[in-house]
């Protein structure tokens, strides 16, 4: 087997190809032109070839020296193209975040406008999707999940268990007074389905057995798959709509939305919060994540009624979750 040359040899070598002498490599090496003179002599004989003509002082590739060089050049365009990514990918100021679509828009979005207040200079980038992404081959530092899909990462924490409460835009309450659950069971509701991978979601009938009711008669006047279409719905004066908690604190906070009978239902699984290890060593990447982590404590407050979202506008009734 030939006997392959150093690393230092090849690199040397590639450096006085490239900038045309042994004492502009040494300067770009940071070594003496002895060492670099050195090294091309340890190559040489490695290969058994000459790779440069000496003439006085300058040296120029012999066809051998120029058919090695063609190779080695693309090898170490490759390496310094490699540290380029890597460096960018370490200290760009931007965040990718990935999260479930009615999540990014009600809950996260927000969030996010809170934090760039006090980060102007960070960049983030908002994707909502309900495929969970392969982190560092999507380019994603954050993912939002809920449910089981976390445990796909290998670096995850718990953010909160939501609550389901029923709402209704300040308008429809008006025209539909609410006295007791079954003003709201005989009313015109608005379901959201949820997808099947996960586990079902309190549904009306839920609701209903936790207040003592029978189930509606009748299923939904309107059915979504997005969270947030059934909310702007119920906010549009479509009807009641059983949403969580943390998609309608602003609803609620600016009066878009009012809560008329307080009776929260715990969502069956949490959300968690997964993360590319590298996004931990750029700027502003382990900031981000403390961010979100102190905000989804607030939000279990929020979602179990250690703090109350709003007050209920009329039929009050002790504030349990189921």
Same mark, same amino acid.
């Given at each position: 087997m030939a006997l392959i040359p150093t690393m230092r040899a090849v690199q040397a070598f590639e450096a006085v190809a490239r900038c045309g002498s042994v004492t502009a490599a040494a300067e770009e090496l940071c070594v003496s032109p002895g060492a670099i003179s050195q090294q091309i002599h340890n190559i040489e004989e490695a290969l058994s070839a000459s790779l440069f003509e000496r003439r =006085?002082?300058?040296l120029s590739l012999t066809s051998w020296g120029r058919?090695?060089?063609?190779?080695?050049?693309?090898?170490f365009d490759q390496l310094r193209l490699a540290q380029d990514t890597l460096q960018l990918a370490r200290t760009k100021p931007g965040i990718v975040i990935s999260a479930l679509p009615s999540l990014a828009m009600r809950?996260?979005?927000?969030? %996010?406008?809170?934090?760039? +207040?006090?980060?102007?200079?960070?960049?983030?980038?908002?994707? =909502?999707?309900?495929?969970?992404?392969?982190?560092?081959n999507d380019h994603i530092d954050f993912r939002i999940s809920y449910g089981a899909d976390a445990r796909k990462y290998d670096h995850f924490a718990e953010l909160y268990v939501d609550a389901v409460v029923p709402v209704c835009s300040p308008a429809f309450l008006a025209r539909n007074p609410v006295e007791s659950p079954a003003d709201i069971l005989n009313g015109p509701l608005i379901d959201i389905e949820w997808d099947i991978r996960h586990a079902t979601a309190p549904s009306w009938a839920d609701w209903a057995q936790s207040v003592g009711e029978p189930p509606p008669k009748a299923a939904g006047e309107m059915t979504f798959s997005l969270s947030a279409a059934g909310i702007d719905t119920a906010i549009a004066g479509g009807g009641f709509a059983l949403?969580?908690?943390?998609?309608?604190?602003?609803?609620? +906070?600016? =009066?878009?939305?009012? %809560?008329?009978?307080?009776?929260?239902l715990s969502m069956p699984e949490s959300y968690f919060l997964a993360w590319d290890r590298a996004a931990l060593d750029r700027p502003f990447g382990p900031d981000f994540r403390t961010f979100l982590l102190n905000a989804a404590r607030r939000q279990a407050g929020l979602s179990m009624g250690r703090e109350q979202a709003s007050a209920p506008v009329r039929f009050k009734k002790a504030m349990k979750v189921g």
């Open positions: =006085g002082r300058s058919m090695y060089y063609e190779r080695v050049r693309v090898a809950w996260l979005r927000p969030l %996010i406008q809170e934090w760039r +207040a006090s980060h102007p200079n960070a960049t983030i980038r908002l994707i =909502g999707t309900d495929e969970e992404a392969a982190l560092q949403a969580q908690i943390s998609m309608i604190v602003d609803d609620l +906070a600016d =009066g878009r939305l009012v %809560i008329p009978i307080d009776r929260r």
